[in-house]
Structures are given as structure tokens and as C-alpha cells.
């Protein structure tokens, strides 16, 4: 099943910050972040494994509750750049890659 | 270093004729993953590869097939193709596979379109 991503958008000004949430209904292995802008591939953002570890780089960083099977993006202080629609991936044991439906992110000046 | 490079960028094809869309992967990268993306949707899995091997196969009509060559390039086939295969196919290659452990990067993608 895919992961269920929310909100399916959100719209902020500079500056702002942000959370994007992922859940899924089975056991999860890792949680992965891309980004991807209109037209363009999706970027790797960062991978959680499992093991409730906390990652970030820059403004940007996520959770993953692994009893909870949930993830979350934090995106703080938010830039112009920050712009695009963010998927979560998931991947259990198996080496499949689920895709949530995505969040498309708007920030304005 | 070159990325994912995927060709050809697009692609105009008829209901029932078949497609092959190619895809090479990062140097040193041994796994190569193709995904379907439907326009306001999330990439979906079709295929996982690694040395040559299928790892992984999501939820596609056997119309869809591929193939990992040993310079871990990658093929995917779509035979009596349908309307409903127009979309944007994305390859993404990763060092290994191991369980979803490994980040994977994507090329730009071949835009299909069925008539």
C-alpha cells in the first residue's frame, strides 16, 4: 500500500515553517524525502532507517517513529526555493519503493 | 560526474504498439528502479534491478518487462501499449539494493504519450 502524505498542500510565506507528515499501515524498513519541481526529476532529500532515528541538513529535517510507522518533514525559516511537491517513500523488507500521492509546497515572498 | 541519463526525453505511440525506453545509471551504481508517474500523482514502482537480476516487481500487467545488461544499463518494454500507459517514466539507480536503505536518484524522465 502507499504511504498516506498530509497535507496535500500548503502555502507559506517566507520565513514560515512547515511540517509534512507520512503514514503508512504496514511495517516500515526506512522512510525516504525527495523533492521534485515542476518538470523536473525528484531530488533525494535524506532516508530515515528504522530505529526512530531524527535526520536534517540546512532548514530541513525529519523524524521517523517507527513503532508508529510515521515520518515527518520540517521545513523552517522556509525559502523561495523551497517550492515544489515533496513525496515520502517507504520501503519494507523487499525492495519495492512506495511513493505517498505527494504535498505541493508553495512559498511565497 | 553524469547523472541518470534516460532516453529518448519523448515519446508519440499509438494504442497497441510497443515502446523501449532506456536508462543509464550513475558510474558505480549496481541497481537501477523504474516508476510510472501519472501527472498529480506519486512515482509508481514498476521494477527493481540489480546485476542483471529482477529484485523487485510492483503491481503492472506482464505488458510491462525489463531487462539489466552488464554495464547495469536498463531497458523497459511496454508492449499493446493503452491510453492509459501515457504518463512520464522514471528511472532512478542506486549503489545496491538492500531494502529500501539506499538513496536513489532519478534521471529526467521519458515523457510517453499514447494516441
Known amino acids: 500500500q502507499q504511504p498516506v502524505q498530509s497535507p496535500q498542500a500548503v502555502i507559506l510565506r517566507e520565513g514560515e515553517d512547515a511540517v509534512i507528515n507520512c503514514s503508512s499501515s504496514?511495517?516500515?524498513?526506512?522512510v525516504h524525502w525527495y523533492r521534485q519541481k515542476h518538470g523536473e526529476a525528484p531530488v533525494f532529500l535524506m532516508i530515515?532507517?528504522?530505529?526512530?532515528e531524527q535526520k536534517g541538513h540546512d532548514k530541513i529535517s525529519a523524524s521517523f517513529n517507527e513503532k508508529k510507522q510515521q515520518s515527518s518533514l520540517y521545513l523552517t525559516a522556509s525559502q523561495l526555493s523551497y517550492s515544489g511537491t515533496y513525496f515520502c517513500?517507504?520501503?519494507?523488507?523487499?525492495?519495492?519503493?512506495?511513493f505517498g500521492a505527494g504535498t505541493r509546497l508553495t512559498v511565497k515572498p | 560526474d553524469a547523472g541518470v541519463t534516460q532516453s529518448p526525453t519523448h515519446l508519440i505511440k499509438t494504442r497497441g504498439q510497443h515502446v523501449t525506453l532506456r536508462c543509464s545509471p550513475i558510474?558505480?551504481?549496481?541497481?537501477v528502479s523504474w516508476y510510472q508517474q501519472v501527472l498529480g500523482q506519486g512515482p509508481q514502482f514498476i521494477f527493481q534491478?540489480?546485476?542483471?537480476?529482477?529484485?523487485g516487481r510492483g503491481n503492472f500487467p506482464d505488458r510491462f518487462s525489463a531487462r539489466q545488461f552488464p554495464n547495469y544499463s536498463s531497458e523497459l518494454n511496454v508492449n499493446a501499449l493503452l491510453l492509459g500507459d501515457s504518463a512520464l517514466y522514471l528511472c532512478?539507480?542506486?549503489?545496491?539494493?538492500?531494502?529500501?536503505?539506499?538513496?536513489?536518484?532519478f534521471g529526467d524522465g521519458t515523457r510517453l504519450s499514447i494516441l
Open positions: 534491478y540489480y546485476e542483471k537480476e529482477e529484485r
Open positions: 532512478a539507480s542506486s549503489l545496491g539494493v538492500g531494502g529500501g536503505n539506499q538513496p536513489q536518484h
Open positions: 530515515l532507517l528504522k530505529g526512530g
Open positions: 504496514k511495517a516500515l524498513y526506512s
Open positions: 558510474s558505480g551504481h549496481k541497481s
Open positions: 517513500g517507504t520501503a519494507g523488507n523487499n525492495n519495492d519503493m512506495r
